[in-house]
């Protein structure tokens, strides 16, 4: 009982779009806390912002607190963290 007497199989795997995978960590809850504390919100209400600015004060700050929080060292490479975090999502 050969294997010759079963006809070739072809597969067609139907793959999708590559993927990039990012840490996510303690990244929902720090941003959940940060949320019901209202920080971003109370962040931009005392410190408005330029209306070309591509981020606030408050998200900048929700950013920096979330990379204290998650990756506790020198903050020399914060764009490198969000980068490789999930930090944009």
Same mark, same amino acid.
């Given at each position: 009982?050969?294997?010759? &007497?079963?006809? /070739? +199989?072809?597969?067609? #795997? ?5 993927? @990039?995978?990012?840490? %996510?960590? $303690? ?17 931009? &209400?005392?410190? /408005? +912002?330029?209306?070309? #600015? ?5 998200? @900048?700050?929700?950013? %920096?607190? $979330? ?23």
């Amino acid at each position: 009982m050969g294997l010759a &007497r079963f006809p /070739p +199989v072809t597969v067609v #795997a139907g793959y999708g779009p590559p993927s @990039v995978e990012k840490m %996510l960590g $303690a990244l929902p809850v720090v941003r959940d806390f940060l949320r019901r504390l209202g920080v971003a919100s109370v962040v931009d &209400r005392l410190c /408005p +912002v330029r209306e070309d #600015a591509r981020l606030t004060h408050g998200q @900048v700050i929700e950013v %920096l607190i $979330a990379n204290r929080l998650t990756c506790p060292t020198a903050m020399v490479r914060v764009a490198d963290w969000a980068a490789a975090w999930a930090v944009e999502e």
